[in-house]
């Protein structure tokens, strides 16, 4: 099990977040897109409730959770290893895919357009205005976080 210090890293314009096992492994939808990445007690769950661009090579595809039919260009992505999350201080998040793909989930001003949690309590939620929340549990010993 990797600790929550291992996979946490403050950048100069947000956090890093670094499951352990970096594998889309479950893709599933409600009114939401909800991702979930790696086996176990590291994995982490992303769940998107706004529309957001996924770009495959040059080309940009918009994806609205309350469309389904939308979300297909996520499925190529399934059983893909995850090489960067980035949650950005201004509200947006980035997942990097080993296959050079990419989503996008720009900040809102009116509610929360994703959220994400982790092992031992760890939560990053975008907030309403354009910032991040983050939720660090306090059983790690690294005082940079």
Request: no cysteine.
């Amino acid at each position: 099990m990797a600790s929550v210090a291992e996979m946490i890293v403050r950048i100069d314009h947000g956090w890093s977040i670094v499951p352990a096992d970096s594998e889309l492994t479950r893709l599933t939808l409600d009114w939401a897109v909800n991702l979930e990445l790696g086996h176990g007690v590291d994995t982490v769950h992303i769940r998107i409730e706004s529309p957001f661009v996924v770009k495959v090579g040059e080309v940009e595809t918009l994806v609205l959770p309350e469309q389904p039919e939308t979300v297909a260009v996520m499925l190529p992505r399934l059983r893909r290893k995850v090489f960067s999350i980035e949650a950005f201080d201004d509200g947006h998040l980035e997942v990097g895919f080993d296959d050079d793909s990419s989503l996008s989930v720009a900040a809102t001003e009116d509610y929360e357009p994703w959220g994400l949690t982790g092992p031992n309590g760890l939560r990053i939620v975008s907030i309403p205005g354009g910032e991040i929340a983050v939720w660090i549990p306090t059983t790690t010993n690294d005082p940079t976080l």
